[in-house]
């Protein structure tokens, strides 16, 4: 049974920094593409940061050159560093496959907030 376990958000203010982490289990994340998406209120949940198996990442143009994908074999996880956040950015973010499983966890609140 595959699952994500989603941590690290926060509330954090403009500018602030978050990095959040997924723990994969049922699938290996070093053989998947994977991916960070967020849903903010009222809003579509969007996918923000893609990972291929070959480490190559692409961004939405909203987190380019602030968010950082990266994954950690040994321990089964994938990573979203974020920098210089904004209150745009507050949104609950999950990870799934780049293909997402019809499962989804929890997610994890990011609340950027003065």
């Known amino acids: 049974q595959v699952q994500f376990v989603e941590s690290g958000g926060g509330l954090v203010q403009p500018g602030g920094s978050l990095r959040l982490s997924c723990a994969a289990s049922?699938?290996?994340?070093?053989?998947?593409?994977m991916g960070w998406y967020r849903q903010a209120p009222g809003k579509q949940r969007e996918l923000v940061a893609p990972?291929?198996?070959?480490?190559?990442?692409n961004y939405a143009d909203s987190v380019t050159g602030r968010f950082t994908i990266s994954r950690d074999s040994a321990k089964n996880t994938v990573i979203l560093q974020m920098h210089s956040l904004k209150p745009e950015d507050t949104a609950v973010y999950y990870c799934?496959?780049?293909?997402?499983?019809?499962?989804w966890g929890q997610g994890t609140q990011v609340t950027v907030s003065s």
């Open positions: 049922g699938i290996s994340v070093s053989i998947r593409a």
């Open positions: 990972i291929a198996v070959g480490g190559r990442t």
């Open positions: 799934n496959a780049y293909l997402p499983y019809n499962y």
